[in-house]
């Protein structure tokens, strides 16, 4: 990758001009859709269709072909049948576009004849020094810039997370459910049949890029898989790569086959490689979620000793396990620890990690959880079902005649009782510098309890999950990360302190 | 277990009568908490509070003791200290209660001291023909009998999913998902030290409780493994019994022990024992909530065969690995299908079984969805992500000026293509049989259309999962246990058909 061409690559994410090749009047065109995306997401500069037969598309004046715009374009979208592609990446070369992405689909992915297609259009864009997505892919999205410069109407906030996608509908399942979590993403990339930028050129540029602090990936097959270990290697002593790598069973390799035409290799090689290279494999799409979640809010465990609160024997019994399968050890807890413990729990609870608080947390959590985290025996703490029995919350019930009013009732005082917690956890984890995960559970469901648990636990940058088992996975991640970048960088960044 | 202890044990879901000794006017004890819920709950028997000190309890006449009691007692409940358990019990005894609920904690599982006072209460039990819960637990829910006696205010509605639990926080996770996800639940049994009746009792009476249709269990450690394994399976062959073990590392292990004092057995053994009795073993939570929706709404497959829709390649990529792992054949489809599928899809289809639609449905699925469940080449169908990229919902976001406009529209064309779809779903299943289980991609998040959808599942009693992977472990669950059946049931019940 030349110099010049890695510069032209931040056309992709804040281009000040975009041209779009094929834009259309026609609701059922994607020509149409993107241009729609792209102007109700707000995007800034200036927009440019490209249509020979339309004065005007969606409101915006037309140019015949994109030799007859006179400004610069940073970005050109090509959207038109097949058989023009070729075609409009030579004039993109030839006008000087910052880079193309090429939506279009029916190329390598459909046989012989679409491969030479799809080998012309790749000449000629390294010739030109034209970085170019695609083609067959779904668009980018880049909210800090926003930009929407894409098929389907998916409008995630801006936020640190990446996502590179060699399935554009699997980049927006992440993407939506990033948004979903309270997060916030700051590039997504659907790479399509990658005939020119290949994974491994996305990952590069978002080493590098200041808005982007973690990188999940959705994977079938990788290309050139010496240069894509190498880049990744490096980046993962920056910032953390999850990804997800799909096609690993016969069946599933035949259907990526005819997806994007990656081979996949054997399942325990790629295993083998991508964990020498620090990248980190997410076991599903939730998982890979949740991993990108702690990522963005918690610091790393400097060890893997971990402190359990729960708040009823089961919770423990789940946690020590889903610890255990992550390479955490449940620690045994120090004197001084469980002399402080004892004196703010009931006689019953069971003197040991995990600290079973039996009848519920008496008051906020914020004295059991401050006596862990300076605990010297832990580097981190799973915090589990706080609010579940917790006394404080029997007063909100007074007074309800029947089933609908107590459950109205418990859910208002669950959320005051998880505002005064997460205050609590969001001071203790500031002091003390060690992780802390939660995992909350409402004995009463309600939507409403959800949506707001969420603002919460977006407001407080906290990290909040609906099971033990995903919390110690997520957490599992942050040690796993940890313990990779012992072995590569023996002396924190930095330097020694 | 005697006959007439068998026949006593109904007296614990639905008793004419309960009394509550230890019942308090303060909030913070348990006997004030559970008299209030059960009230609350809408228990519509007769409530007996019984507290020496107490004239009235909750606006209820209160009794100094149970033997000055006249009218029959299905039920006692004892939430009094340890120390006076042992007496209670023996009141209770004398009195000819049919059942009796210990929620005391501070037995066996604190030690030799409370391991002779249960070794007494369990005595007084059994030569009374006494069924006795616990002690050490949290109560009992029996939505279709309104009967929420019980420590927390859970209040799930009516459903055909009975649960276990060995932990009664978890338990009570449990019903509240099943409520999340729109189903109800016949009994919920938080098993505590299990002094008395134990798991496979409870499975016992499950068996040939007509309110239920699939029991979820949540076990740390059997006891009595072998009696365990032959109820058990007598039980699997009349409904399917999914179990979450816990304690299968050694720290998960070692948590359990001071839990409830059960041992755990070698995971593996533990593992063969369960699959050779039919009992499924969920890996966890949400697997087995997901579990306990398939099997509470859809058929059962006749075979391994699977056909998989997907609305882009990397669903169809993931489902096929998910598929796969599940001991599910994606398996090839007959030329016939192939041809009816040509008919209703774009050219550049995938042409095989997963069947890419590339550019999303035309029209509702019912089209696509039928051809493949008339297919002899399989047994029930994965139907992924429908609604993304509809492009019958374009015309929903015509005039929308911003993204906000865009997404909202967006939610409510999802919600009427939903409807559509569902409809269809549901016509299908019944006319060809077949299981039929789906995905949902809404690449818009909102907590409305999450509610909306949920209550269109609901009302249609389809089963919508959010995520290939998850959607695929569901249908899993059908297949292994119509398997299982097949090997115990050679000849279907109600003769060959």
């Given at each position: 990758?030349s ?5 032209r690559?931040r ?11 094929g ?17 109700r997401?707000g995007?800034?500069g ?9 004065k005007?598309?969606l409101?915006?004046?037309?140019a015949?072909?994109?030799?007859e ?18 075609g ?6 030839a006008?000087?576009v ?8 029916g ?20 010739r030109?020094?034209?970085?170019l997505v ?10 800090p810039?926003?930009?929407y ?5 998916v ?10 996608g060699q399935s ?18 700051s ?6 049949n990658?005939a ?6 996305y ?5 590098d890029?200041d808005?982007?602090?973690v ?11 010496h ?14 790569i ?25 399942d325990?090689i ?7 290279a ?9 998982d ?6 702690v990522?963005s ?5 400097k060890?893997?000793?971990v ?15 889903a ?7 449940v ?13 703010v ?25 401050e ?17 579940a ?5 029997w ?5 309800s005649r ?8 418990y ?19 500031d ?8 995992a ?21 940058q ?8 995903q ?6 991640y ?7 970048l ?6 924190p960044?930095?330097?020694?302190r």
């Open positions: 990758m110099a010049r061409f890695k510069q690559l056309c992709l994410f804040s281009p000040r001009s975009v041209a779009i090749i834009a259309s009047n026609s609701p059922e065109k994607w020509g149409n859709r993107i241009l729609f995306n792209l102007t997401g995007y800034p200036r927009i440019f269709p490209v249509n020979p037969r339309e005007e598309v409101g915006l004046e037309a015949p072909s994109i030799l715009i006179h400004p610069d374009i940073d970005l050109a979208v090509i959207t038109i049948p097949p058989a023009g592609v070729v409009a990446v030579r004039d993109c070369a006008r000087g910052g880079c193309t992405i090429v939506i279009t689909s190329f390598s992915e459909t046989g012989e004849a679409g491969r030479k297609l799809e080998e012309e259009i790749r000449e000629l864009a390294v030109a020094d034209m970085p695609g083609p067959n892919c779904v668009g980018i999205l880049s909210p810039n926003s930009l410069c894409h098929m389907m109407p409008f995630p906030p801006p936020g640190n997370i990446a996502i590179i554009g509908s699997v980049a927006d399942m992440i993407a939506s459910r990033i948004a979903s979590r309270g997060m916030g993403i590039h997504s990339i659907s790479v399509g990658e020119v930028l290949q994974v491994a050129d990952l590069d540029f978002l080493a890029d808005q982007t602090s990188i999940l990936g959705y994977i079938e097959g990788l290309r050139n898989g240069r894509f270990l190498e880049i990744a290697g490096r980046v993962t002593r920056k910032k953390p999850i990804l997800l790598k799909a096609g690993s069973t016969p069946a599933g390799a035949r259907a990526g086959l005819s997806h994007t035409g990656a081979l996949a290799g054997s325990e790629v295993d083998a490689a991508l964990k020498q620090g990248v980190l494999r997410a076991r599903s799409l939730d890979m979620v949740d991993a990108g979640l990522f809010r918690l610091p790393l465990p060890g893997n000793r402190g359990i609160i729960a708040p009823g024997g089961g919770w423990g019994v789940m946690a020590a396990d610890c255990t399968a992550e390479g955490l050890d620690a045994p807890l120090d004197d001084a620890t469980l002399n402080r413990l004892n004196a729990l009931p006689e019953v609870w069971s003197h040991g990690n995990p600290v079973d608080t039996i009848a519920g947390v008496k008051g906020s959590i914020g004295e059991l959880l006596i862990m985290a300076a605990s010297p025996s832990l580097d981190g703490i799973i915090a589990l079902g706080a609010v029995g917790a006394p404080s919350l007063r909100y019930l007074e007074g029947n089933k609908e009013e107590v459950t109205e009732r859910a208002l005082g669950a959320m005051d009782f998880l505002g005064l917690s997460f205050k609590d956890v969001v001071r203790i984890r002091s003390y510098g060690k992780p802390i995960v939660m909350m559970f409402m004995p009463v469901y309600m939507g409403r309890i959800m949506d707001a648990m969420k603002r919460l636990a977006e407001q407080t906290t990290a909040t999950f609906m099971s033990p088992a919390a110690c996975a997520a957490y599992g942050l040690w796993r990360y940890s313990s990779y012992k072995t590569v960088n023996p002396i960044r930095g330097g020694l």
